[in-house]
């Protein structure tokens, strides 16, 4: 009887430790996953912003701006990576959707992940970024402060 009962403490030693371990991986698999943001195309962000349910975020620096223009209404970061999340909309319900210059650009992507870090909860990306806006045929504007 003695050997059954630490048998199967012995047992549980090794097998609740490893369930622990598969929870808290599941756990950190959907944390990792909530902090991507999803992603928008052209024709959404192009809708979105004419219905004035989304705000676009220009995440390219000046140069790119001055040669490409923006998203007209585009809200313009001072930085991809470290810009002050007070340069977002206060409601963090907002629709934000993040662009940079192109599908090479990880810009975008890296100030997107950044207001998802901090709270906002409809966080979109525009993958094709301001190329891809204007090989669509959408409109640009000049930035304000290039």
Known sequence: MKRIVF????AACFILPASTWA???QEHLHQAKALEPTKATVADVASWTKAKQATAVDANGKETRAAQG?????LLLSSSSEYDVKELPADKSSKLVFYCASQKCSASHKAAKRA?????T?????????SGWKQAGQPTAKPDNT
């Not at 923006?70 to 585009?74: D, L, W």
């Not at 979109?124 to 301001?130: H, K, N, R, W």
């Open 7 to 10: 048998s199967l403490a012995l």
């Open 23 to 25: 929870c808290e991986g």
């Open 70 to 74: 923006v998203i007209p209404g585009a």
């Open 116 to 120: 998802i870090a901090n709270g906002y």
């Open 122 to 130: 409809n966080v979109a990306v525009l993958p094709e970024g301001i």
